[in-house]
């Protein structure tokens, strides 16, 4: 979706449910934290653009803002400086309620499994069995495939957007 750089606000409009349901999640936090935080996303954004800042792919850019300012709002909670408040009941019930996923037969998700595991590597497939059928901790996977927790997790990470990327694409034509 191209979108006109130079029309920032009409971009923002467009792009300000996504920041908030990405701060909503990375956050977990009370409301008006999740405020907060997308409102110095728009004004990085917005400040940028004043600037004559080059924006190819708004979204993007702005995710990447996101990421930067919420490690930052962390930073300064690890620091004492900051205090993220509890989201209470009453709140939680405003956030916007995820899509819930249609239930598949057991016997589809099992032939889905089957099908995506032919397609990984040797190695997904160990780390694929051991986390997932084995339910091996992640110290467990790292000493037992001779590499660091750190290098387990981005696997982990790598295999799972994989296989959501599968199991799209799988539903699509088997569906």
């Known amino acids: 979706m191209a979108q006109r750089q130079n029309d920032p606000e009409t971009v923002w409009t467009e792009n300000e449910p996504y920041i908030r349901r990405i701060c909503a999640y990375k956050l977990s936090s009370?409301?008006?934290?999740?405020?907060?935080?997308?409102q110095e996303i728009a004004l990085a954004?917005?400040?940028?653009?004043?600037?004559?800042?080059?924006?190819?792919?708004?979204?993007?850019?702005?995710?990447?803002?996101?990421?930067?300012?919420?490690?930052?709002?962390?930073?300064?909670?690890?620091?004492?400086?900051?205090?993220?408040?509890?989201?209470?009941?009453?709140?939680?019930?405003?956030?916007?309620?995820?899509?819930e996923p249609e239930e598949l037969p057991e016997e589809v998700l099992l032939q889905c499994k089957n099908v995506f595991l032919d397609t990984l590597s040797e190695d997904e497939r160990t780390l694929f069995r051991m986390r997932y059928v084995q339910r091996l901790k992640l110290k467990a996977i790292a000493k037992k495939m001779g590499i660091s927790e750190g290098n387990v997790k981005i696997r982990i990470f790598r295999l799972k957007r994989k296989a959501k990327r599968f199991v799209d694409d799988w539903s699509e034509n088997h569906l």
Do not use: C, M
């Not at 009370?30 to 997308?38: F, L």
């Not at 709002?73 to 956030?95: K, T």
């Open 30 to 38: 009370h409301p008006d934290e999740i405020e907060d935080t997308a």
């Open 45 to 99: 954004y917005f400040e940028a653009v004043q600037k004559g800042t080059e924006i190819r792919d708004p979204k993007k850019w702005l995710t990447v803002v996101a990421s930067n300012i919420i490690k930052d709002v962390y930073g300064q909670v690890a620091a004492g400086a900051r205090h993220l408040a509890p989201i209470d009941d009453e709140a939680v019930q405003s956030l916007p309620a995820p899509e």
